[in-house]
């Protein structure tokens, strides 16, 4: 069981920006963290951050920009946070998922 953070769409009001509505869940998935050498295959600096794979039946979303925007899931693994950075589904009929590649977030202030 993880612990899912998912925001609406932000929008601009009065000419300020105002983020989204957080809505939290909890989803059934599997975790796994990089093996060394998927990790070794990222851009250089994507290397020192910690990279895990989730697999799941439930909805997960990267971060989209356009015309219908939507902020990135975010969730909770052994006491750090990760987000979701790409997202694949898979549609098997017999076991349909998705499989998303995902990073810690950071942990220095703004």
């Avoid at 983020?19 to 093996?35: C, D, K, L, M, R």
């Amino acid at each position: 069981m993880l612990f899912r953070s998912r925001h609406s769409a932000g929008s601009f009001i009065n000419g300020d920006w105002v983020e989204g509505v957080e809505s939290p869940t909890t989803i059934q998935a599997n975790v796994h963290p990089f093996s060394d050498y998927q990790v070794s295959m990222l851009p250089e600096s994507d290397r020192t951050k910690s990279w895990v794979w989730m697999f799941t039946s439930s909805l997960v979303r990267q971060k989209k920009e356009g015309p219908e925007p939507n902020g990135a899931d975010r969730f909770m693994w052994e006491g750090d946070l990760y987000e979701v950075m790409r997202v694949q589904k898979y549609s098997m009929r017999v076991m349909d998922h998705f499989e998303a590649k995902c990073v810690r977030v950071e942990l220095t202030p703004n």
